[in-house]
Every structure is written in structure tokens, then in C-alpha cells.
């Protein structure tokens, strides 16, 4: 079964800094891998995903992921954090192959400062 | 183009009530989803659907149903509410497995006393 871990319950980043959201994952052969962002009472919006290809991949709102398979790491980036990013990150990993499911993990709360 | 809707935003169940939270989309897709999300413990998919007429349990089904008569609507039966059942539930959808993502609804804050 898939599994995802971000190690962080909480990440602090003053603004105007970069910030990096970590993700590792666990999964059969190769994976498709999302990130998601929660705003406080909303529901998750996707942010980017990889499926294959560049190894780098951009997303909405200046954000970013790199996926290294011998890491089995998909870490999210954005060069210079706005105070508007504050939220909760999900990581999320299916396999190529077999179920349908996507295995979230438990989320990281970002905090921008001011 | 409404996305995914879900009603009620917020409910309070008395133990041993039942209800139905409702979900709706309308963009066509396939695949519907239920998530139940718990404080630091992200998102567990509670069942889910591939089409009309066909649902399958994800990792935490008991003390729930659901149905999938038409490709719009996928609503999550609670019988018998149990506190443990108090979370917040996310409906979502994709247009079919794979590479696509999901797209989820607002949420439904449920509390069972």
C-alpha cells in the first residue's frame, strides 16, 4: 500500500524568504505525485502534480516540486513566501497502476511572517 | 460552474442519529470520493465510486454508507452516529483515475455529542 510522510508539523518562514514543505513517499513502481493547499474552513485546491518527465514541475501561484526517485522525495518550493501562503500543505501519492486511491499525508501547517 | 457542492457546511448529531451529507458535481467526472479529515491526521478516503451503479470501500468505511445512482450526486449515509464519526467529511471528484486530480467540495463539519 502507498504511503506518504511529511516529517514537519509545522513550518515557520519569514516572508520574502523560500520555503520548502518536504514530502517522502512510499509506493508499488512508479508513482503520480500532487500537492494540495487548505485555506482555513475551505476545501483542498491542487496546487501541481508530477506524473513523469522533468524531474521539476511548477504550479499555481509561484510554487514548485521536485521529485527525486532515489530519495522517493517530492518537496514542495517557492522561492520568496508571501504572507498568503500560510496554510496546510498536503502531499499526496498514487501508483501508476492498480487503485484508484490517493494516500495523503497528515498535512503541514505554513506560517508566513510577516 | 459550481464544482463540487456539499450541504450542509455544519451539522450536530445527538449519538445513535442518522443523516446524509450530500455532494454534488457537475463537471462530468466519473470518479467521486469521500474523505473524512481529522486534526494532524490528514485525509482517509471513506469510500469511493467509479460510476454510477458502482462504489468500493477506501480505508475507513465502517459506520458509513453510500450510493451512486446518477454520475452527479454520491451521498455519505451515517447510521447510528458515534463521537468518533465527529470530523470534518470533503466530497471530490476526477474525471477518471490516473494523473488526474481531484477536485474537492467545501466540507462538512459534523459533531456528534
Known amino acids: 500500500a502507498q504511503s506518504v510522510a511529511q516529517p514537519e508539523d509545522q513550518v515557520n518562514v519569514a516572508e520574502g524568504n523560500p520555503l520548502t514543505v518536504k514530502c517522502t513517499y512510499s509506493v508499488s513502481g512508479n508513482p503520480y505525485l500532487f500537492w494540495y493547499v487548505q485555506y482555513p474552513n475551505r476545501g483542498l485546491q491542487f496546487l501541481l502534480k508530477y506524473i513523469t518527465g522533468d524531474n521539476l514541475v511548477k504550479g499555481s501561484y509561484g510554487f514548485e516540486a521536485e521529485f527525486n526517485k532515489s530519495q522517493t522525495s517530492f518537496h514542495l518550493k517557492k522561492p520568496s513566501a508571501l504572507v498568503s501562503d500560510s496554510a496546510l500543505y498536503f502531499c499526496?501519492?498514487?501508483?501508476?497502476?492498480?487503485?484508484?486511491?490517493?494516500?495523503f499525508g497528515k498535512g503541514n501547517q505554513v506560517v508566513v511572517i510577516p | 460552474n459550481a464544482g463540487v457542492t456539499q450541504t450542509p457546511k455544519f451539522r450536530i448529531l445527538k449519538i445513535g442519529q442518522s443523516m446524509t451529507l450530500q455532494c454534488t458535481q457537475d463537471m462530468n467526472h466519473n470518479y467521486m470520493y469521500w474523505y473524512r479529515q481529522d486534526p494532524g491526521m490528514g485525509l482517509k478516503l471513506i469510500y469511493y465510486s467509479v460510476g454510477a451503479g458502482i462504489t468500493d470501500k477506501g480505508e475507513v468505511p465502517n459506520g458509513y454508507n453510500v450510493s451512486r445512482s446518477t454520475t452527479e450526486d454520491f451521498p455519505l449515509r451515517l447510521e447510528l452516529a458515534a463521537p468518533s464519526q465527529t470530523s470534518v467529511y470533503f466530497c471530490?471528484?476526477?474525471?477518471?483515475?490516473?494523473?488526474?486530480?481531484?477536485?474537492f467540495g467545501p466540507g462538512t463539519r459534523l459533531t456528534v455529542t
Open positions: 499526496a501519492v498514487r501508483p501508476l497502476y492498480g487503485n484508484n486511491r490517493l494516500a
Open positions: 471530490a471528484s476526477s474525471p477518471q483515475q490516473g494523473s488526474y486530480e481531484q477536485y
